[in-house]
């Protein structure tokens, strides 16, 4: 008894503290922004006094990624800082290859695996299905309390497109929220076969280009011009230049047109733009502009693709994408940039419900999301080792570095990232300008319950998971026609028309409840 009561005392002395200096540094300035969104002298930062009156806890943190080298040594330095400030170790597990990712986690959940945290949106570990069966812990009281600094980083509005039922299952990691999608071009390539990029209003346009670099390029340089990326919902990239929201899980069919006054759900599948999208990659296929191989190929060489499709744009763009793919590129936008509840919530962290400390995982997303430290070593790596600084907010990777950089969206605050390469010195300024100023859709703060027709959400995206790597990858050839008739048929027969129906009931209300 005596044991219970010292630890009560402990977590409310933390907690007393974590509050107090929530209240005097969560401030927030005439912009509604944080006072101080880069300071490392956070409000959980005062936990490291209370350190020895907290038990020591490990917990596990599951995202996808691919392993590197220097994986061991960046997690050890942040388990130093962690340590230190929470007296908390964390299991960093990387679930390579990110199309595997939802399989894998889902998997551990429905089998209540212990754990404690993860990576979760609407379109990886369906944050919507998850968060209404009990999979995540509700965060909606623990949030301001275990991290003050981050929930005051985000108007209330953005957090409403958290909510499931009135509740906050995951904490928004925070980044570009606004969405507009495009493409990358190969810059050399395009000024050596003169392509002009504004040219491409829409998939099919990248052909010309593409067939003059295969056919002026050596063979064994040409085998993998454009990434389809064959395991991602690559169609759903479009949905902002189409004004197309998504409602309830990437997965499930049934989008609306979000800038409508009363917005109507449909079946984005039976649409002449997803047909033209699989015909066309049908077409890339047989002209030998995606990998032969696509589906069975273990690895492939980002260096070799010509062109490849841009989920969302954002100030500072050209840097990250010519890292990826080891070159510079043109970006070519597509639409104006919107702002949907799925794209403010596009990357979450979750604490599992099966975990055994799930305030003190919330106090590991906090200094994440609050200490620049902590979350640059996640993202950059090791001073000295990984890069160097050449500005105070301005780094170098170094060449040899076995780590990273890490995808800066994936966890806490990417505002606290250094900026590298091309990106002006201003670029998350200017990324929270974006994200105010960009169009707001009549939808935004609405989630979709599936509890209803669970049953057929399910079977409907079983059966889009079934086509979908095939589709993206044009491997049906001259039968793809015929198998996208057949996919329909198969989502009829699952259901889909029941899903849409109560899609559209739920916005009605939505909607009624709004005027």
Request: hydrophobic share 40%; aromatic share 12%; with cysteine.
């Amino acid at each position: 008894m005596m044991k219970k009561a010292v630890r009560l005392s402990a977590i409310l002395s933390l907690l007393l503290a974590i509050l107090l200096a929530g209240c005097s540094n969560a401030g927030k300035n005439n912009n509604n922004e944080p006072a101080s969104s880069n300071s490392s002298s956070t409000p959980s930062a005062t936990a490291g006094d209370q350190k020895e009156e907290l038990e020591p806890v490990k917990l596990k943190y599951y995202f996808f990624g691919g392993v590197k080298p220097g994986d061991d040594a960046v997690f050890a330095e942040m388990n130093k800082i962690l340590k230190e400030k929470i007296n908390t170790t964390v299991e960093f597990i990387k679930v390579p290859n990110n199309g595997d990712y939802t399989q894998k986690m889902t998997i551990m959940v429905n089998a209540r695996e212990e754990f404690d945290l993860a990576f979760t949106s609407p379109y990886y570990l369906n944050y919507f299905e998850h968060a209404t069966k009990g999979s995540f812990v509700d965060l909606t009281e623990l949030l301001p309390k275990y991290a003050p600094g981050t929930y005051a980083s985000m108007k209330p509005e953005i957090w409403d497109a958290a909510r499931v039922d009135g509740k906050i299952y995951a904490s928004i990691n925070q980044q570009i929220f606004a969405r507009q999608s495009g493409f990358n071009i190969n810059k050399a390539l395009a000024d050596k076969y003169s392509f002009d990029p504004t040219s491409v209003k829409k998939l099919a346009d990248l052909i010309p280009f593409l067939e003059k670099v295969k056919a002026g390029e050596p063979a064994e340089e040409t085998d993998q011009l454009y990434n389809a990326q064959l395991k991602n919902q690559v169609f759903s990239y479009f949905f902002p230049s189409f004004e197309w929201e998504n409602i309830g899980g990437i997965d499930v069919p049934g989008v609306a047109k979000s800038m409508e006054e009363h917005p109507q759900v449909f079946n984005e599948y039976d649409t002449p733009e997803f047909k033209d999208f699989v015909l066309t990659l049908s077409e890339f296929q047989k002209k030998g502009l995606i990998a032969k191989d696509a589906l069975t190929r273990p690895t492939f060489d980002a260096a070799k693709y010509a062109a490849a499709p841009v989920a969302t744009l954002m100030p500072g763009i050209e840097q990250s994408v010519a890292r990826t793919y080891k070159a510079e590129q043109y970006i070519i936008p597509l639409g104006d940039p919107l702002l949907t509840s799925p794209n403010a919530i596009a990357t979450m962290t979750a604490i599992s419900s099966t975990s055994k400390h799930p305030e003190r995982a919330l106090m590991v997303i906090e200094l994440l999301n609050t200490d620049k430290e902590l979350y640059n070593l996640m993202v950059w790596g090791i001073e000295g080792v990984d890069y160097k600084k050449i500005g105070d907010n301005r780094i170098e990777s170094l060449e040899g570095s076995q780590y990273g950089p890490a995808p800066a969206w994936m966890y806490g605050n990417q505002f606290n990232s250094f900026v590298s390469g091309t990106q002006p010195d201003d670029v998350w300024e200017q990324t929270k300008a974006l994200n105010e100023s960009a169009k707001m859709s009549k939808l935004f703060g609405f989630s979709f319950d599936p509890d209803s027709v669970k049953a057929e959400a399910a079977n409907c995206s079983a059966i889009v998971n079934e086509y979908k790597a095939a589709f993206n990858t044009g491997m049906f050839g001259d039968d793809t026609e015929k198998k996208y008739n057949e996919f329909l048929a198969k989502l009829k027969t699952a259901g889909v028309e029941k899903v849409i129906a109560e899609k559209q009931r739920q916005i009605d209300e939505f909607m009624a409840s709004k005027s």
